[in-house]
């Protein structure tokens, strides 16, 4: 694209720019259509105009209209305002679109006067032990169901193995939901508990890499009882996981099925996610160190395993001066 000095072009042709631009450099599909999502909604708002005539005061005058004013159309029918995290987001994609336009128009990156909305993080409550013994024993049978003409009764369940073979995975691996949804068969190695994360829209794991991730003998026992009836077990292109109509599951069908096991085991508050947070606190509190639980979640920075690190009472500082090559070889 040709440098625009004047920042004379419009803002519905910067657009799509930026998102070749995105898509070129590798960006999870996911967050190109984040980011085109909303960077659309911004050009509804404010109004197709030259991208150089936009200021900061637009931009944070549409903060506060999306932070007061605007009433998001949810899919349940309810309303209510954005969540902070959503009016975050909001802002890091004005400022990867406008860190962008800066390089490639020479436009001013006007987000640099935008302050950030706040995020108030809320506590991280893993699951117990005692939680995740009650699903697992939930996915095995129904719920008592109960009848004038006879005695109350429960039903084997018929994807009983594969639903503890999904709960044992994600508290054995840290998995994100997507990075589930998108394994396949030949990803895993059952004989030695290796599982291969791929990056992308293949493999969903973020930052434009993957990693490898391990099974220990308890999931790898539930996931070869799962995977033996399957006629397609021995294709590595077929999904791990399989939903009621032979379909790779998807975040939203994933979490929906965590939360049914949930609520028949009696358990609150229980999401993909949380099974992740579990792994990581879990991990620590049995004498992993924050190093290497980096790499198996698969975090650029040590940000988040320090607030993990944080919660399990471990302190990095300390495991760092144990994990030092300068001090341990005394160099």
């Known amino acids: 694209m040709n440098r625009s000095p004047s920042g004379s072009l419009f803002l519905s042709k910067a657009i799509p720019g930026f998102i070749n631009y995105k898509t070129a450099e590798g960006l999870a599909l996911r967050t190109i259509d984040s980011h085109e999502r909303l960077l659309n909604k911004w050009l509804e708002h404010i109004g197709d105009q030259e991208i150089g005539k936009i200021t900061a005061q637009d931009v944070v005058a549409y903060l506060s ?12 029918g309810k309303t209510h305002p954005l969540s902070p995290k959503s009016l975050r987001n909001v802002w890091v994609t004005l400022s990867s679109f406008y860190s962008w336009a800066a390089q490639e128009l020479g436009v001013a990156q006007i ?18 032990q005692e939680e995740v013994e009650r699903m697992l024993k939930a996915c095995i049978n129904s719920r008592e169901a109960r009848t004038r ?12 193995h594969r639903d ?11 998995l994100r939901a997507m990075e589930l949804c998108k394994l396949l068969i030949g990803n895993i190695d059952l004989k030695i508990g290796r599982v291969e994360v791929k990056h992308g829209v293949i493999g969903g794991a973020k930052g434009g890499k993957g990693r490898t991730v391990y099974l220990g003998k308890t999931t790898r026992k539930a996931l070869w009882r799962y995977l033996v009836d399957r006629e397609d077990a021995d294709d590595p292109d077929a999904p791990v996981f399989l939903d009621q109509h032979g379909r ?9 099925l965590i939360k049914d096991i949930a609520d028949r085991a009696g358990v609150r508050d229980a999401y993909p996610h949380k099974f992740r947070h579990t792994f990581a606190i879990t991990y620590l509190r049995s004498g992993g160190d924050i190093f290497t639980l980096q790499s198996l979640l698969g975090h650029s920075s040590l940000e988040m395993v320090r607030h993990y690190a944080q919660i399990a009472e471990i302190d990095v500082a300390q495991a760092h001066h144990k994990a030092s090559p300068a001090d341990n070889w005394r160099l």
Not at 66 to 75: D, I, S, V
Request: proline share 10%; charged share 25%.
């Open 111 to 128: 987000m640099k006067s935008v302050p950030a909305p706040r995020i108030n993080k809320t506590p991280i409550e893993p699951l117990t």
């Open 149 to 160: 003409n006879r005695r109350s009764f429960t039903m084997r369940l018929r994807f009983c």
């Open 248 to 256: 790779h599951f998807n975040p939203g069908s994933l979490r929906q």
């Open 65 to 76: 209209w999306l932070r007061n004013e605007y009433t998001p159309r949810r899919y349940n």
């Open 164 to 174: 503890q073979a999904i709960i044992l995975t994600l508290i054995d691996t840290g």
